[in-house]
């Protein structure tokens, strides 16, 4: 059996961009995506603060130090220019990971700059 369990989130990122005509996805900062781990093309969940919006799509890599967080295609309709949002994506994790599993939480500024990498102290989700 394996659980669904908190990979790594991005804290209240900026939306900078959203283009309804665009094929889809959400573009992220390639340093965002580096210093949460979350991969290009992968599956992320994200929920609006502004808004109460939560929608699933795929992250794909924006440019480097250009704090860009783009919502393209379907997305662009969730969120305005300037909406706070959290990126989180999930991971399977057998009985066996769980006692060292740890997520990474990424915060930033009001730029999209990662400020710092919160990791738990305590590893969670004993079984």
Same mark, same amino acid.
């Given at each position: 059996?394996?659980? !669904?369990?908190?990979?790594?989130?991005?804290?209240?990122?900026?939306? !900078?961009?959203?283009?309804?005509?665009?094929?889809?996805?959400?573009?992220?900062?390639?340093?965002?995506?580096?210093?949460?781990? *979350?991969?290009?093309?992968?599956?992320?969940?994200?929920?609006?603060?502004?808004?109460?919006?939560?929608?699933? !799509?795929?992250?794909?890599?924006?440019?480097?130090?250009?704090?860009?967080?783009?919502?393209?295609?379907?997305?662009?309709?969730?969120?305005?220019?300037?909406?706070?949002? *959290?990126?989180?994506?999930?991971?399977?994790? !057998?009985?066996?990971?769980? &006692?060292?599993?740890? &997520?990474?939480?990424?915060?930033?500024?009001?730029?999209?700059? #990662?400020?710092?990498?919160?990791? &738990?102290?305590? #590893?969670?989700?004993?079984?």
């Amino acid at each position: 059996m394996t659980r !669904t369990m908190l990979q790594a989130k991005l804290h209240r990122v900026r939306v !900078t961009d959203a283009d309804l005509h665009y094929e889809g996805s959400c573009g992220i900062d390639e340093l965002l995506l580096e210093a949460s781990g *979350i991969r290009e093309y992968q599956q992320v969940e994200i929920y609006n603060i502004n808004n109460g919006e939560r929608f699933a !799509t795929y992250a794909i890599q924006a440019a480097r130090r250009s704090g860009t967080i783009s919502l393209n295609g379907a997305a662009a309709r969730k969120a305005m220019v300037g909406d706070l949002l *959290i990126i989180a994506a999930y991971a399977g994790l !057998t009985a066996e990971e769980l &006692p060292t599993w740890h &997520p990474v939480i990424v915060l930033v500024d009001e730029h999209n700059r #990662p400020q710092r990498s919160v990791i &738990p102290r305590e #590893p969670i989700g004993r079984s």
